[in-house]
Structures are given as C-alpha cells and as structure tokens.
C-alpha cells in the first residue's frame, strides 16, 4: 500500500536519532533483508515488449525512432515510491555497505541492468540515479559494474541494436570516466576502443550520440595520447550515405581535435582529410558548411 511505502521511505532516510556508539542499529542485517527482497519482488517484473519490438515485426529494417512518444507504465506511481525506497535505503548513512553489499550484491546489480531496457524514461532515470549511488558507495562493485555494462553495450553492438538505455549508461559512465585516476588503467584503454568506438557503428547512434560524444571526449580529456585511436575509430565508423548522422560526427570530431596535442594530429591527419575532402565533395550539403568551419 502507498502508505505502508512512505512510511517505510521516511524511516529510511530519518536522520540516525542517537549519536550514542551503544545505540541499537536502525537497520540491522534482518530488515536490510528484508527490504531488498521487497523491493526485488516489486521493481524486478517482466518488462512488456518494447515498441521496437513490434515496430521490428512489421520492418526488420526499421530504424528507432527517438521523436516516437514514449511508453508510460500504468504502475508508475506504485514503482516509483518502491525505487524512492531503493535509493534512500542506498545512500543512507545507516546502510553500511559490508553488511548491504550481501542483499545489493552481483545478482541484484544485473537485474537493475536488465531493466534499463524499460520504456518508460522515468523508470530509466531512477535507475540511472540508484546505478550510479551503487558505484558510488559499494566500492568493491565497481569492476563488476563497469564489466556488465560493457556486455550490455557488446550485446548493443553486435547482437540486437536494440536497446532503450545506452543514454542513460553513457551518462553514468561520463561522471565514472571523470574520476578515472591517471595513468589510465588499461582496462579503461580496451572499454574505449572495444566497446566506447563501436557504439558509433549502430544506426540508432542519433539517439545516445550527446552522451556517446561526451565519454568520448573525456578520454581525450583524461589522456591526449588516446586522441589518434579515437580519430581513427570515428574514420572507421564514419557514415557513408547518412548526412544527418555524418553532422554528429563532424560536432563530435570538432570536440576531440580541440583537446588533441599536434604529435597526435600528425598521426593521423591523411586519413582525416581525406576523410575531409570526401565530406566537402559530396552532395550532402548539411556535412559541407560544417566542415568549411573547421
């Protein structure tokens, strides 16, 4: 009932009454879990078939279409005050992460994956808040966290090109790219050229293309070194008949040079402008005054 949810949200998140060390803890082991496996039992369901889903069943071919309005879950108002429960439990000071790390552990973490492929956007942007509060706290997380979401992007990539939440999980990524330690690691180095580039081969790059370019451009930002990688990987992927897409790459590619040194330019700028040349030659105009710019 909403009643019993908001009770349970506001003990939740209640300030810890007592600073006295010998105060019983307002949320011993027995209720933590408890309230993950309600929350599991309410947040993890079968989603409904996506609209892509359906869209694909007429037109393999079919294209997603961002402007499509979006798919809102009668449920909502019961869901959201089950994740508002989620993520007051999550960032708690009461919730101490070598007790909680048993309920919220690796199993827990892939179903909240799973569910980032909802239609709903309002069920996505909690997910994306909790998500990224998990990494956050739970330290001992967070390689298994970067590795599923990487399989998530590798399914993307090469298996389905469906997927609603590849916008939501670059931008968890943007803030977890921001406070990569440098001299950058080389797992980082592979998630950027295995999974990061080849998110620009999908058709459906529009959609995700503003978080996409910003991950980007933040391992260019982090390490200039990686800038000859990432030209040559937006080269490899460059649009041939799209000019819609091919002025996406352009903005992106502005982006990257401004933060690229001249050894790491040299490296790379035959095939650039050529790449370059080929854009001004041909009859897409939208690509051409863009590069007249640069």
């Known amino acids: 009932a909403p009643g019993a949810l908001l009770e349970l949200v506001d003990y939740v998140q209640a300030p810890t009454a007592a600073a006295n060390a010998n105060a019983p803890a307002r949320l011993p082991d027995a209720v933590q879990e408890a309230l993950v496996a309600a929350i599991s039992a309410n947040i993890f369901r079968p989603l409904p078939p996506a609209l892509y889903e359906s869209a694909a069943n007429i037109d393999p071919n079919a294209t997603p279409d961002d402007e499509e309005e979006p798919y809102l879950d009668p449920a909502w108002p019961h869901l959201q005050l089950v994740y508002e429960l989620l993520l007051r439990y999550v960032v708690s000071p009461d919730t101490d992460t070598k007790v909680a790390k048993r309920y919220v552990d690796h199993a827990f973490?892939?179903?909240?994956?799973?569910?980032?492929?909802?239609?709903?956007?309002?069920?996505?942007?909690y997910l994306k808040t909790v998500l990224h509060r998990i990494y956050g706290k739970f330290m001992v997380h967070r390689p298994f966290i970067r590795k599923a979401i990487n399989n998530v992007f590798y399914r993307f990539i090469f298996e389905t090109e469906r997927h609603n939440g590849i916008g939501e999980l670059l931008e968890i990524l943007g803030s977890i790219i921001n406070g990569f330690a440098l001299p950058m690691k080389e797992e980082h180095k592979l998630f950027l050229s295995r999974a990061l580039i080849p998110l620009h081969k999908p058709k459906s790059v529009g959609i995700y293309h503003q978080q996409?370019?910003?991950c980007i451009v933040q391992f260019v930002e982090k390490d200039y070194k990686l800038a000859d990688a990432v030209i040559r990987g937006l080269l490899k992927y460059w649009p041939v008949i799209n000019c819609q897409k091919e002025v996406l790459f352009l903005g992106e590619l502005e982006e990257v040079l401004e933060a690229t040194q001249p050894a790491e330019f040299q490296r790379c700028m035959v095939p650039l402008f050529k790449q370059i040349g080929r854009c001004l030659n041909s009859a897409h105009f939208q690509g051409a005054?863009?590069?007249?710019v640069m």
Do not use: A, I, T
């Not at 005054?289 to 007249?292: A, E, G, L, Q, S």
């Open 289 to 292: 005054p863009k590069n007249m």
């Open 212 to 214: 996409l370019s910003y």
């Open 109 to 125: 973490v892939l179903r909240l994956l799973d569910h980032f492929d909802s239609e709903d956007p309002r069920e996505r942007e």
